[in-house]
């Protein structure tokens, strides 16, 4: 698994732009307090105990996946509204559009005994005529630790860039 370049939560926006167009990704360290934190996963609780699993091996038979979060916890709101989140929109969207919008807020929950998920890009979601201008931004918010043995997202360099 590739090694992805760490920058800490206060790295200036040009500087996680550079990371990002070198490499089609990069991790932002310690960016929610732990006050905010805990107040994420309180709120999300409840939903996230009330989600089914998914009903199939692309979603995961010991997987949950709880949406529309930005609704449900109004601690969400800082992490979508964030400065260096609209900083790489900014940058890495508005070339290609007016404006952007929030697509999809989720809560993935991975299970033991889940298996991995088939390699893919998000951004196929969006069809294969799309060539030269990427159509979205994807951020993951780790809520726990982050890790290969609990099924944290595999990245590929070289199929993100």
């Known amino acids: ?3 992805l370049t760490h920058l800490p939560a206060d790295a200036p926006a040009d500087a996680i732009a550079a990371v990002l167009d070198r490499d089609g990704a990069l991790i932002l360290d310690a960016v929610v307090a732990p006050d905010l934190l ?8 409840p939903y ?9 091996g692309f979603t995961g038979v010991r997987t949950t996946r709880t949406g529309a979060l ?4 109004p601690a969400c709101r800082p992490l979508v509204t964030h400065p260096q989140i609209q900083a790489l929109c900014a940058h890495l969207l508005k070339p290609n559009c007016e404006r952007w919008r929030l697509h999809l807020t989720q809560l993935i929950r991975i299970m033991e005994g889940q298996g991995a998920q088939p390699i893919h890009r998000d951004r196929w979601a969006w069809g294969a005529h799309l060539k030269g201008i990427e159509p979205q931004l994807n951020t993951i918010w780790a809520l726990t630790d982050f890790t290969a043995d609990n099924g944290a997202t595999q990245v590929d360099r070289k199929s993100v860039v």
């Open 48 to 56: 996230v105990a009330a989600t089914p699993v998914g009903a199939d």
């Open 38 to 45: 805990a107040e994420l996963k309180a709120e999300l609780a």
């Open 1 to 3: 698994m590739a090694e």
């Open 70 to 73: 930005v609704a449900r916890a």
